[in-house]
Nanobody
């Protein structure tokens, strides 16, 4: 089992930055790929970013490319999402997930956190 806990969400203005964290416990964090997904009210969950266990492979949704940066610190069992130039359309609950490979499809992840709310005002 893997337990995931997100933190770092909040209310910010358009153009601001936030850094989300996902702390993992349980199975060996360093062997798992990790991902970020988000879900806005009335919308389906969507892929944001993913990172391989080594950190070498990263992928981003087109909507966040060049604004968001995913990273991980295996020594701290923590993954991060640095979000810059935030837009109102980034408003959503952000979830971290863990799985066997850096998939872009949520259904392929085995473990999920409870989510952290990000609200961007215009």
């Amino acid at each position: 089992q893997v337990q995931l806990v997100e933190s770092g969400g909040g209310l910010v203005q358009a153009g601001d930055s936030l850094r989300l964290s996902c702390a993992a416990s349980g199975r060996t964090f360093g062997s798992l790929a990790m991902g970020w997904f988000r879900q806005a009210p009335g919308k389906e969950r969507e892929f944001v970013s993913t990172i391989s266990w080594s950190g070498i492979t990263t992928r981003y949704a087109d909507s966040v490319k060049d604004r968001f940066t995913i990273s991980r610190d295996n020594a701290k069992n923590t993954m991060y999402l640095q979000m810059n130039s935030l837009k109102p359309e980034d408003t959503a609950v952000y979830y971290c997930a863990a799985g066997a490979a850096p998939y872009t499809t949520g259904i392929r992840y085995d473990y999920w956190g409870q989510g952290t709310q990000v609200t961007v005002s215009s």
